[in-house]
């Protein structure tokens, strides 16, 4: 390589894009390039390291003793904490045979001095750099939001009337298709626009006629826009000539809608309080659908601004809920509505469900509910499909409240709980997982905490039922191994270069948590709030927890960031991801991640003896 092409090489390797141009000079000078063959030691353990290490090629393991702790690939560093701490804990060996560039620690730590960004960076800690790399991330995506177009943002429909009718019919559209704003279009094919402003300012104030033409207090100069045009150009001409909405036509040259300020403010806001005030306000299930429509732009939007996932998980899950209530509301006999309780599970009852996947739900009902078979049999369908309507697709295990198994009356499930802890079987151990993540939106809450206190009373007694529930973990097995650092899907074809990324780290994650919860009687659903529990139960130090925190939000935001890209290219959204279209750090990171997970799960083999059962 030339000098400017190990510039070019360094800079690409993050932090090393923080490096000034003098530092990045003497870095390239002092550069050194050695070869390795297959097999062997580059750096031995307990030996005090000479050189931070940049690989141009091959693969090199991190091992302690014959253990592979991880692996480093082409363009990433090692051993950045060795050489801080001038003591190496482990042994580096070549995997395959390996190029290198060597940088003398002397000059690494003389750089790490100066620059402040490179030793913020290798003096983090893992959840550090976890955390500080989401933001990273979020940053850079906010250019995203920049090239959003009119049609992403919300467009009222547009609705046309003759210019000559009367006051009173313009009035009375307007409150019947629930729109801001009417068009008006005379004989000579003029527009004129009016909205309901119009009416309060020009009618009532200067006491017109209701038998007047609408025409009289409209305005004329309307100003058009394409839906394909960028959202920003809208603003630059609503700003230009101080207007407060513009028209908005298709490449036909159609009217498809109209866009105003306030639609405009909502979507660089991310539009959650008018959504959230749109589920309150809505009478039917039309406008509870529109309402719901709404949440992947809500999504988009706030991932782009840079909102930590937990939060973005926190305010779909509210939006989700009140969108549940609503709905359980405007569809629920009246029976129903004072003796039952509606509940989600699985995700979606843990606060983490941000793109909807399948429907998790089941209802509880008061034993002293009056109401037919019959019509709850309707309404739990009709339930069910609305749902279905409106995105939530079908639970492929139909564990839905169109299911009987699933909408019981209350001393039903403490039956069905009963038989799940003492016959103990997969499908069992599943329904106990399910249901301990289940979340009350609607109806009566104590319902579903009776029957929680109810599952740890009679589970609390035996050990073996906490081992054999936590066992289920042994399945699933963290994809790090030796090719470039991560095992792949083998089987699938049509993922033979991805990684399940919940198979192999949220699940067990999650779950693994969940046995601990469990056992200690957390009513929290919510992994995070969990993992806090545990911690303030003595069961996690400070930064063990805080690492399982941060590892939870790093995999996850890894896994919306993928299926968004794949809503964007209209692909099915799943559990996959492919580690090569990762950065170098967010590899690393990925890695350092699935470390974590990896020692939780030895901690949990540890804490329930899962060895044994």
Not at 85 to 93: C, L, R
Not at 351 to 369: H, K, P, V, Y
Request: net charge negative.
């Amino acid at each position: 390589m030339s000098l400017q092409e190990q510039k070019k090489f360094i800079s690409s390797i993050h932090p090393f894009e923080n490096l000034t141009l003098n530092e990045l000079d003497d870095i390239a000078e002092a550069f050194d390039v050695v070869y390795f063959k297959e097999g062997t030691t580059v750096q031995s353990s307990q030996s005090e390291p000479k050189f931070l290490y940049f690989i141009l090629k091959g693969l090199i393991q991190e091992k302690q003793e014959d253990e592979v702790l991880a692996v480093y690939s082409k363009n990433e560093i090692f051993d950045s904490a060795s050489l801080i701490k001038n003591f190496s804990k482990n042994s580096f060996v070549t995997a395959q045979e390996s190029i290198c560039y060597t940088l003398p620690r002397e000059l690494f730590m003389s750089i790490l001095s100066q620059n402040q960004q490179l030793e913020n960076y290798f003096f983090q800690s893992i959840s550090e750099k976890l955390n500080n790399n989401i933001l990273h991330e979020k940053n850079k995506d906010m250019a995203n939001i920049m090239i959003a177009k009119v049609k992403d943002a919300k467009v009222h429909k547009a609705v046309i009337v003759n210019s000559k009718t009367s006051i009173y019919e313009a009035a009375r559209v307007i409150k019947q298709e629930k729109i801001p704003t009417l068009l008006l279009k005379d004989d000579e094919g003029e527009m004129y626009i009016v909205t309901d402003s119009d009416f309060r300012q020009k009618v009532i104030l200067n006491r017109m006629s209701f038998d007047e033409e609408v025409v009289k207090i409209a305005s004329k100069g309307l100003v058009y826009i394409n839906e394909d045009d960028f959202l920003f150009n809208a603003q630059l001409q609503m700003a230009k000539y101080g207007l407060k909405r513009v028209v908005v036509k298709n490449d036909e040259g159609t009217i498809v809608g109209i866009l105003d300020q306030i639609s405009l403010s909502s979507f660089f806001a991310t539009n959650t309080f008018a959504v959230s005030n749109q589920i309150v306000k809505a009478e039917t299930l039309e406008e509870l659908k529109e309402a719901s429509i709404s949440f992947i732009k809500i999504i988009k939007s706030l991932n782009a601004k840079g909102v930590k996932i937990e939060f973005i998980s926190k305010l779909i899950n509210q939006l989700n809920k009140k969108l549940l209530d609503k709905l359980y509301r405007l569809m629920a006999p009246e029976e129903l509505l004072d003796k039952s309780c509606l509940i989600v599970m699985g995700s979606e009852g843990r606060a983490e469900q941000i793109l909807r996947t399948d429907q998790d739900n089941a209802l509880i009902i008061s034993d002293d509910c009056t109401i037919s078979d019959e019509k709850l049999k309707e309404f739990t369908f009709n339930f069910t499909e609305t749902l279905v309507d409106f995105g939530f697709p079908r639970c492929e295990g139909n564990i839905m409240v169109s299911n009987p198994y699933w909408c019981r009356k209350q001393s039903d499930f403490k039956d069905l709980i009963y038989k799940w802890i003492n016959e103990p079987s997969g499908d069992h151990f599943m329904n106990i997982a399910i249901f301990y993540d289940a979340l009350c939106v609607s109806g009566d809450i104590n319902m579903i905490k009776e029957l929680k206190t109810y599952l740890f009373k009679i589970s609390s007694n035996s050990q073996s039922f906490y081992s054999n529930f936590a066992k289920i973990i042994n399945s699933f097995d963290v994809p790090l191994g030796f090719f470039d650092g991560f095992v792949f899907n083998s089987k699938d074809e049509n993922h033979k270069d991805e990684i399940d990324i919940k198979r192999g780290g949220i699940f067990i994650l999650v779950q693994g948590i969940r046995a601990l919860s469990l056992q200690n009687r957390i009513y929290n659903t919510n992994t995070i709030k969990r993992i806090n529990a545990l911690y303030e139960l003595g069961l996690f130090e400070k930064e063990t927890a805080k690492e399982l925190v941060m590892a939870f939000n790093f995999l996850t935001s890894l896994k919306l960031k993928s299926n968004l890209e794949k809503l964007d290219l209209n692909q099915k959204i799943d559990n996959y991801i492919n580690p090569n279209k990762l950065n170098t750090m967010e590899k690393d990171l990925l890695k350092d991640s699935f470390k974590i997970v990896n020692r939780l799960k030895k901690h949990l083999e540890f804490h329930f003896k899962l060895n044994y059962v």
